[in-house]
């Protein structure tokens, strides 16, 4: 991904585009044939559905990370543009996705994460929905970690050109990449997956706790706009 992203915001932009695309297709691919495999006897309240919805806001934080790639639009029009399509689409699939997967009651214990769709392809694509459900997995999260990474070193590059952290984070390369930046947070991500190494069991509670400090964020940030 540090690479990737050295050569420049046009290149990452294209692979981007290109994975983001290949997962809407796998998925649509894997949840579409399940539809008439589906039951309305599996939507019923929990007595967890308030963390279920807690961790659920985890997948939706990161909108705002876009904001801070939004200086490399050249119309600056086509960046709110994005954001709205980019909701209405992943809403829809999300939904989609939800409902194949709480219609055919695969979920509970034992069917954390990707284990649910997983069950979701064997019963569409049999012996080969294994192999489907890795790639989908694989693409969405190296489209993830690239994103961030990428939008994260434009956050230290714009704090630094403004003076509010060391200039030498302002640094570009010959691709106008804030190459610092850019190598400091990938370092950061390197750091972060050989904690999740060794303390992977801890890490559904660090996710709880970051997404009550986005929570608190993002209603600041909504109630200073309205007010």
Known sequence: ILAMNLGGIKFTGNVQLTLSIA?????LCVTLPALPLTSYSGFQLSDRVGKAMALI??????WEAATHLSEEFK??????????LSLGLIGAIYLLVSYVVVGMHVYGEGLEGL????????K???IYGKFLVAVIGSMTCFASANMYIASSSR??????????LPSTLSKLNKKH??????????????VTLIFM??????IEELVLMSNTVFMVIYIIGSLSGVL
Request: avoid cysteine.
């Open 23 to 27: 997962v809407v297709i796998l998925l």
């Open 57 to 62: 806001f985890w997948s939706y934080t990161g």
């Open 75 to 84: 119309n600056p029009r086509d960046f709110p543009l994005s954001v709205l």
């Open 115 to 122: 284990a649910s769709l997983l069950v979701v392809a064997e």
């Open 124 to 126: 569409t694509f049999g």
């Open 155 to 164: 956050l230290l590059y714009a704090l630094s050109r403004r003076g509010y």
């Open 177 to 190: 990449v804030p190459h610092v930046s850019l190598t400091l947070v990938s370092i950061g991500v390197a």
């Open 197 to 202: 190494l060794f303390y992977g069991e801890i």
